[in-house]
């Protein structure tokens, strides 16, 4: 199975934050959490994408927003195509980052397993 071009650009992006952390992939498995460095060369590979609780824990052993790390075309590219349903997605995800922003990291853990869960059932 070929990885789809989001997840190669995730990939990179992932590949990109880490590099300039200097950081290997062991350690920033071990700075999130414990993810084995194996997997995280699956994500940055395109091999397989990370769900989003994993991306919390990537964007927080990274010390960024998950934002950041999945703002894999960007805002102006973004911002260029108002309308599109690929806008009205970012919206919506930026809406979401608002209210999580400043909450305890229990919510934002109960919230992204809420959203894992969804996923699973759609």
Known sequence: MTASPLRLRLGRRLRDYRLRASLTQRQL????GGIAAGEIWR???GARSPNLATLYRLAQGLGC??????????????????????AKEWEELEMLFVRLRGKPPEVIRTVLAAVD???KVA
Do not use: M, N, W, Y
């Open 117 to 119: 869960a969804i996923i």
């Open 65 to 86: 927003s998950v934002k950041e790390l999945v703002d894999v075309d960007g805002p102006e590219q973004i911002a260029q195509d108002p309308g599109t349903p690929r």
């Open 29 to 32: 498995g071990d700075r999130s």
């Open 43 to 45: 994500f940055e590979s």
